[in-house]
């Protein structure tokens, strides 16, 4: 027989469905907030950097450029001045002129030379005459003697008066000889083809024998003066052709000699070059040498973005390792052993066909994923 439920029975009943409905949402809710808050605690995989890569290339040695600077200097420079002492009463030339071989520079007063060279032409016109009328004189008194009309001491005396005269004609001879060269030294001329460099003295200055009036460089065949280090010599050759790099542009120069002693304080010897005569150098420019030295050091070339610089001067690059599914960056230490421009030659434990990141490699870390570009 069946008995109908109570009102209190049938109460209770959905009270507890309700609660074990919430519990389960309850438990629901909180596995969801849990598992949302472990996959917020895990960090997000890094995309993998963007890189460009450069293979290294093994190779024996490199070629290492030398340059060694020095000056331009004209082959003869003078000091030039007159032999002989007076006052200057012309200057022909300004500084910076030009001048060929035998042109005037200056010349001095020449009123007393001029006035000596007419008191000895005098003398001398008078000296031939008196010389002249001594020659007759002794010649009638030989023909005197021959017949005994005189005695042997007054022809003597003729003949030793005639060429007493002729002695003193020869003196006054060599006298208008060394006026003459006295009158031609009194006009300074140049020596050579050259530039006035600098002027020294203006006109009614007073000068001594052997005072500067101007200095002058030659024109003609410059030379390019260059100290060497002693190391290095062995790569010149005199007669040779070097490459010498100028104001106007590279030339190419035979080398004259090289000096044979060091100077001390720099520790190199003189090279000297002769310049074509075509080029536009000046005294005292800087000039400089080229040279090329084959370095026997096994390494490679490798861009200078690709280097960092660590402590203590040590240097680095970032190669490129595959591991399973990507790709990351090691780190390889190096050694840097020439520079030249925007490249250097690196030895080290990197091989040949390995790739090493080109550039930007400060922002990358050893380890980190990257991912190469196409190149």
Not at 68 to 73: E, N, S
Not at 140 to 168: H, I, N, P, W
Request: overall charge neutral.
């Amino acid at each position: 027989m069946l008995h109908p439920l109570s009102s209190d029975t049938a109460s209770r009943h959905p009270t507890w469905l309700l609660i074990a409905l919430a519990c389960v949402l309850v438990a629901v809710l909180s596995a969801i907030l849990h598992l949302r808050a472990g996959f917020a605690d895990q960090p997000p995989t890094p995309e993998p950097l963007p890189v460009r890569g450069i293979d290294f290339v093994l190779e024996p040695g490199f070629v290492r450029s030398l340059r060694f600077t020095g000056v331009v200097r004209a082959r003869d420079q003078s000091e030039a001045g007159f032999e002989l002492p007076g006052m200057v009463r012309e200057l022909a030339v300004e500084e910076g002129d030009r001048l060929t071989e035998g042109a005037v520079i200056a010349r001095l007063d020449t009123s007393q030379l001029k006035a000596r060279r007419r008191v000895a032409a005098a003398d001398l016109t008078s000296v031939e005459a008196e010389l002249e009328l001594a020659r007759l004189r002794a010649e009638r008194q030989r023909k005197l003697r021959a017949s005994g009309a005189v005695s042997v001491q007054d022809y003597d005396a003729t003949r030793l008066a005639a060429q007493a005269l002729e002695g003193r004609l020869a003196s006054l001879a060599a006298q208008l000889q060394s006026i003459d060269i006295d009158l031609h030294k009194s006009v300074l001329h140049a020596p050579w083809n050259g530039v006035v460099a600098q002027r020294y003295l203006d006109t009614g200055a007073i000068v001594a024998a052997g005072t500067p009036v101007v200095r002058l460089l030659r024109t003609e065949q410059l030379e390019a003066r260059i100290g060497i280090p002693t190391q290095h010599l062995h790569a010149l050759q005199t007669g040779r052709e070097y490459r010498l790099l100028l104001r106007t542009g590279p030339v190419a120069a035979r080398l004259r000699a090289v000096h044979p002693d060091v100077e001390p304080l720099t520790r190199t010897a003189l090279a000297v070059f002769v310049l074509p005569d075509a080029n536009q150098s000046l005294d005292g420019e800087p000039v400089s040498l080229l040279l090329k030295e084959e370095i026997a050091s096994e390494g490679g070339w490798l861009p200078v973005s690709a280097l960092l610089e660590g402590e203590r001067g040590a240097w680095s690059v970032l190669r490129l390792q595959a591991r399973e599914a990507s790709t990351v960056a090691v780190r390889e230490m190096v050694e840097v052993l020439e520079i030249d421009g925007d490249r250097a030659f690196v030895r080290g434990s990197l091989q040949s066909g390995q790739t090493v990141i080109a550039d930007g490699i400060h922002r990358i870390a050893a380890g980190t994923p990257v991912r190469p570009l196409e190149r």
